[in-house]
């Protein structure tokens, strides 16, 4: 028989289970054993030998190994073996990096992998999705995507939307019991939920039938997998830019050739030095470096608790001009803690901190016994009823097993004497609508011991107010005037100016056999009880982050379902708002045409008493003013602004898994501080990008250089082409990647967003490569003449000298591209990665010129000492020249 013709209690005993503890630890792990982890299958990875292998697909390779082929050919065998070697030493360089690349982006996957709610051992815990085995009993919300196929057995106004499996896209609505037919299409089967379909609406338990292949989705997994790799804006544009470079280099070598052979040269040693000069233009191992310092930078994310989704937005992060952060957990700590309560007339204040069941009930300063103030006791227990946190007791301490407001909600009742399970033994809930940020208020529906029923509804004050047509005053429920409503509304402003976020408790008694099936026929005509305050301390860090933000350029929007003083009060405190911003409410953001809102959204610091729709004009509105905006989220309907925002910010603790998948970064501490740390991060990788790009191209310029000027100054070849390949290919991978590791100038957050459109030479950068990469090129011929002019019949010599003064003017030089002023604006040794690897880098050289073997095969002899003053001098003389022109222009 299927599990949808199945009564619950069939469900449980075939499934050998418990609906009330779920299985055991013990009884999961022997499941999972037998029925694997709860995944569909991945496509084919590549294999490690495909991927080594791919590296000769480069077109740089290429050419080189045609190079091979030519110099074999002749008869070249020490240049042939020796250039096949420098290209397999290259290929394992790139293999390492590709790997390196391949594993901190399944580091990610891995991180940002679905969990769900379980019930094992008794107790509901957060496990990671793919432990799921039959026969566990999960809990699923509104945002959750359901974790395995399962059969529903508590269903809370559920609904789920299964267009991924069925293609329609109306909601189902779920319900528990039994359907007698055994040729259902999937999409009638209204008490099963599906592997990947995502709740809607409601809330609801359901116990796990089928994992991994042998689910609904798996059986079409085949069509679902999307290995696509994403690439950065900047990586594309340095893509073309190589695409420029190759033919760029082909040009050149066709110069070089036609030079060089016009001159005399023979055909075989120009057609090897063009090869040579083609393979110094093109800096091959630039994409490569660029894909590292992204993962790199990634991984720091990671440990500042924000974890990237997609990786263009590690770029976009640092052109962020305005973060719209939601107030709840993000700016506050989500630690709440009702202290003010409101009843008629009278206020009470309550102390006691945390989720501590202790305190007590005051008015004026005099304790008030709560079991004796008939309004303030079904305040208390209302709210109680109509909640669904627990608090716990762990090792001694009180903690909170759900939504914050109504674990507060529940501590105030606590405090009084109450307790939810002795409620629930009085009070059976008949039904329940759940909370939502559209409506802001939930219900629910109770029947007490002697048949009564009510109808309990708590939520934001202005909203219930609306609501309701009595009020209790003096324990007696009058009609609500406008009189009244004026009190009320006095009392909610009180409340809130004092940055306390309010919720109203209301009820209204019905007929004993009413059944309501719509939330908006219950939440209507009720009787409007009274207040409770609640105290949401703001983030310690956030102050200083925001004040960071400011001075970085980036403006800080908090965008809050929370009343508006309450907002105000607390986003002054934070320094978002001072007493001129303006603070804009739901109501009249609706109102506003998007047009209106765009020519006044720039003074707005905050937006209050908004709804999630709302958020997507937000975004849109700023978006149009030309600011790339960061947009924080959390719910099923803040996933279209999360989407359309240039990065969508998921909360890694509260979000829901479709906030998530619509995100670029996802929060793990739901910290807006950390938001600012991602975005120093986003900078930082920016600009040491824009270090290497600086330091490999303008090396290769400097090597094209001095090839050029002595074709054109009719000199012999002052390299030859296998050190050109290996000053290319292995002297400057090293210092480059360091360079990639380097910390951030102490001015990122000092000055304003980068542009999302700024070209890869902006701010100076081409200008940059040219002049270094002429100075470079300048004094290595220099000293070239300089060593063949001493000794005209040692040519080999005389190019050792030049392939070491190319070699140490770049490793001078890459100390420069550490900051975009001057060497002298920053401690030039302050990246010890990049001491390492100019150490290697010129170890690495100083062996092909004292090795006797290696001599031999990179036509090099060994420098003499009285020489080295003069190459260190030549190969210093760029990096000076630089310092002194910017003292000079500091001078000035
Ligand atoms: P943010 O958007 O910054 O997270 P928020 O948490 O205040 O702000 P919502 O969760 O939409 O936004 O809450 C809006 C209002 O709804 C709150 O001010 C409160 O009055 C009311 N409210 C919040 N949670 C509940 C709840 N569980 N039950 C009833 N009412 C609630």
Same mark, same amino acid.
Not at 228 to 233: A, K, N, Y
């Given at each position: ?51 080594? !292998? ?175 790799? /994403? ?39 120009? /057609? ?18 660029? $894909? ?31 973060? =719209? ?13 009702? $202290? ?87 009070? $059976? ?119 960071? =933000? ?55 610091? /905050?937006?209050?008493?908004? &709804? ?50 619509? &995100? ?119 000293? !070239? ?108």
């Amino acid at each position: 028989m299927n599990y949808h013709e199945m009564h619950e209690k069939e469900v449980e005993q075939t499934l050998n289970t418990d609906f009330s503890a779920g299985l055991t630890e013990e009884e999961a792990e022997k499941r999972r054993k037998k029925f694997g982890f709860n995944e569909l299958d991945e496509g084919e990875k590549q294999s490690l030998l495909l991927i080594f !292998f791919s590296q000769f697909k480069d077109f740089m390779v290429l050419v080189l190994l045609a190079a091979t082929l030519v110099s074999g050919l002749l008869g070249e065998y020490i240049d042939a073996i020796a250039i096949i070697a420098i290209i397999i030493l290259n290929s394992f360089l790139g293999f390492f990096q590709e790997i390196r690349a391949e594993k901190s982006l399944s580091a990610l996957k891995e991180l940002s992998q679905p969990h769900v709610h379980a019930l094992r051992n008794g107790e509901w815990i957060n496990i990671l999705s793919k432990e799921l085995v039959p026969g566990d009993v999960i809990k699923f919300a509104s945002g959750d995507r359901i974790g395995a196929d399962v059969r529903i057995i508590e269903s809370r106004s559920l609904e789920v939307e299964e267009s991924a499996l069925t293609g329609e896209s109306v909601p189902v609505p779920k319900t528990v019991s039994a359907i007698k037919n055994n040729n259902l299409a999937l999409g009638d089967m209204e008490n099963m939920g599906f592997m990947g379909t995502m709740v809607s609406r409601g809330s609801g338990v359901g116990v796990v039938i089928g994992t991994g292949m042998k689910t609904a989705m798996g059986q079409i997994a085949d069509l679902l997998q999307n290995a696509d790799s /994403v690439t950065t804006p900047l990586q594309r544009r340095l893509e073309q830019l190589g695409k420029i470079l190759i033919v760029t280099a082909l040009l050149l070598t066709v110069l070089v050739v036609v030079i060089g052979v016009l001159q005399g040269n023979d055909l075989y040693t120009m /057609v090897l030095a063009g090869v040579s000069l083609a393979v110094a233009a093109i800096p091959e191992g630039l994409p490569a470096i660029v $894909t590292i310092a992204l993962s790199l930078g990634v991984q720091k994310m990671i440990r500042k608790n924000a974890v990237v989704r997609k990786l263009p937005a590690v770029e976009t992060l640092g052109c962020a001009s305005v973060i =719209c952060s939601d107030k709840t957990g993000t700016l506050t700590q989500n630690k709440m803690t009702v $202290t003010r309560a409101w009843i008629g007339g009278k206020t009470y204040t309550v102390d006691g901190t945390g989720y501590e069941p202790q305190g007590k009930y005051y008015v004026d300063e005099k304790i008030v016994e709560p079991t004796k103030d008939k309004a303030l006791q079904q305040l208390l227990t209302f709210g109680m009823l109509c909640n669904h946190a627990e608090i716990l007791q762990k090792d001694g301490e009180y903690v909170l097993n759900g939504d914050p407001t109504e674990g507060a909600i529940l501590v105030a009742g606590m405090k009084a004497g109450f307790t939810r399970n002795q409620l629930l033994n009085q009070f $059976t809930i008949v039904n329940e609508f759940p909370f939502d940020s559209t409506r802001k208020m939930m219900s629910v529906i109770v029947k007490d011991p002697t048949g009564r029923q009510f109808v309990v509804t708590k939520g934001a004050p202005d909203v219930l107010i609306g609501q309701s047509k009595s009020i209790l005053f003096e324990n007696r429920s009058t009609v609500l005037g406008s009189e009244q409503k004026k009190v009320v509304q006095e009392a909610i402003n009180g409340l809130a100016s004092q940055a306390l976020r309010t919720i109203a408790v209301g009820y209204k008694e019905i007929s004993a056999n009413t059944i309501i099936l719509h939330e908006r026929e219950a939440e209507k005509d009720l009787v409007f009880i009274g207040l409770q305050g609640i105290i949401d301390p703001p983030r310690p860090e956030v102050k200083q982050a925001v004040k960071e =933000c400011k001075e970085a350029g980036i403006k800080t929007v908090m965008i809050t379902g929370d009343h508006v003083i309450t907002a105000k009060a607390i986003a002054k405190q934070l320094g978002i708002a001072n007493n001129r911003s303006k603070v804009m409410e739901g109501k009249e953001l609706s109102d506003l045409s998007l047009n209106e809102l765009e020519d006044i959204v720039e003074d707005v610091s /905050v937006f209050a008493r908004v &709804s999630p729709e709302h958020k997507l004009k937000i975004v849109q509105a700023f978006q149009n003013r030309g600011h790339v905006v960061a947009m924080t989220g959390d719910g099923v309907n803040d996933a279209p602004a999360i989407k359309k925002a240039n990065i969508g910010i998921a909360m890694g603790i509260t979000g829901t898994d479709v906030a998530k998948e619509a &995100s670029s970064l996802v929060l793990m501490d739901d910290n807006f501080a950390s938001i600012k740390a991602a975005i120093v991060e986003g900078r930082n990788i920016y600009e040491n990008i824009r270090k290497f790009i600086r330091y490999l191209l303008a090396s290769n310029v400097g090597e094209i250089l001095v090839m050029l000027f002595a074709m054109l100054l009719a000199m012999p070849l002052p390299l030859v082409p296998i050190q050109i390949l290996w000053v290319n290919l292995v002297t400057d991978g090293l210092p480059a990647m360091a360079l990639g590791l380097d910390r951030p100038e102490d001015n990122v957050m000092k000055r304003g967003p980068r542009s999302p459109n700024e070209g890869v030479f902006s701010r100076g950068l081409g200008w940059k490569v040219i002049s270094r990469g002429f100075l470079i090129g300048v004094s290595t011929i220099l000293a !070239f003449m300089f060593a063949y002019d001493n000794n005209p019949e040692n040519l080999e010599y005389a190019q050792t000298v030049a392939f070491i003064t190319l070699v140490l003017a770049q490793l001078i030089h890459v100390f420069d591209c550490r900051s975009e002023k001057s060497i002298l604006s920053r401690n030039p040794f302050g990246n010890m990665y990049l001491v390492w690897a100019v150490i290697s880098s010129l170890v690495l050289a100083l062996v092909v010129i004292y090795v006797p073997f290696l001599q031999e095969i990179f036509h090099t002899l060994p420098i003499a000492m009285k020489d080295w003053p003069m190459i260190i001098g030549f190969a210093s003389v760029p990096t000076f020249l630089l310092a002194g022109s910017f003292l000079l222009s500091k001078s000035k």
